[in-house]
């Protein structure tokens, strides 16, 4: 699981550097963001799936060691980038001219840029103490009518991802069958993959298109996509390869937390030193921001002040539990 979780997070660090140095390289590849089109039907519907299989574990600790978790590993990070982005946007605002964006409304309603993920987690969570009691067909279908009510809607994201949401939470509730279901049931994963190769060459040539990005049939790719990479990391052969991965997904939280703002001001100090083939710089600038996140979950782990940024376990005198596989990247954030 955290093997898949880092996969899909390093998605996500690829999808925004690619997206910023763009913008502020007009001639790069345009290879480099159409690979984005490929990974889009799975990254976040990944993360909420796997973030919601971490719900039965934290239910089991009472309502008050779950909602105080939620506070201190979840709303109190969301805050603090709220905090952060809102002064990066006013930098931008003044060097570039653009508009400053109301901070009270954006941290209640409509949350800024890559922030809306945790936001959404944080509501995720507080319904699932509560949807997750239901028998697991009036928790999954209920979602499901919610977001097909809905999906034309201004709620169609927070609706889309609602259903993986629950559906992890309810496949929590019997981790090890699901894992045994995934390593025995080879079958429906090379189904689901024959499904994905097919559909992705009848877009290629134009014959079918999604009809946007939270309709039903990304809901099916999205799934599709997720049984095939659950089953491909459960591969032995795959566990030297994936085990970076394993440490991307164990702390997953902090490397999303820290590399969009790395992405929104490396871009900008590069066009001031790169003046060769942008398409030779990408590699480079993707993996260095991806170090830099790496690093700060390296600081993260060994430094109770700097984890300050991340979760409030140091404000509340808290002791951070030990690695677990029951976290969402911060090691407090999924078992309290």
């Known amino acids: 699981m955290d093997a898949l979780r880092g996969l899909a997070i390093t998605m996500v660090v690829y999808l925004h550097s690619a997206d910023s140095m763009s913008l502020k390289f007009e001639d790069l590849d345009p290879i480099f963001t159409q690979i984005n089109g490929y990974f889009s039907p799975f990254r976040m519907p990944a993360l909420m799936l796997l973030s919601g299989l971490l719900v039965a574990g934290s239910m089991r600790k009472g309502a008050g060691r779950y909602f105080k978790g939620k506070l201190s590993g979840i709303l109190y990070p969301y805050v603090i980038w709220s905090i952060i982005c809102y002064g990066l946007f006013i930098y931008r605002a003044h060097f570039n001219g653009k508009p400053v964006v109301e901070f009270w409304h954006s941290l209640f309603f409509e949350p800024m840029t890559y922030l ?11 319904i699932s103490f509560f949807v997750l009691r239901l028998h697991w067909s009036v928790s999954i279908l209920g979602s499901l009518a919610l977001y097909l009510v809905l999906k034309d809607t201004e709620f169609d994201r927070f609706m889309f991802h609602l259903p993986f949401f629950i559906l992890g939470g309810v496949l929590g509730y019997h981790l090890e069958a699901f894992k045994h279901f995934i390593e025995r049931t080879s079958w429906l994963a090379g189904l689901a993959l024959a499904g994905l190769v097919s559909w992705y060459v009848m877009a290629y ?9 939270y309709q039903p049939i990304s809901m099916v790719l999205a799934l599709a996509m997720t049984l095939v990479l659950l089953r491909v990391v459960t591969f032995k052969w795959a566990a030297p390869v994936m085990r970076p991965f394993e440490w991307f997904g164990r702390n ?20 001031r030193v790169v003046h060769g083939d942008p ?10 921001v991806l170090a830099i996140s790496s690093l700060a979950a390296v600081m993260n782990n060994r430094s109770s002040l700097f984890s300050m940024l991340f979760t409030a376990n140091a404000l509340l005198a808290r002791k951070a539990p030990a690695r677990s596989e029951e976290r969402i990247g911060n090691v407090s954030v999924a078992r309290d």
């Open 116 to 126: 809306w993920f945790i936001y959404y987690i944080f509501f995720y969570y507080v």
């Open 205 to 213: 040539h134009g014959t079918v298109a999604t009809g946007g990005a």
């Open 252 to 271: 997953s939280l902090v490397l999303f937390l820290v590399h969009f703002p790395v992405t929104w001001v490396a871009p900008v100090l590069l066009t």
């Open 279 to 288: 398409d030779m710089v990408f590699p480079v600038y993707f993996l260095a």
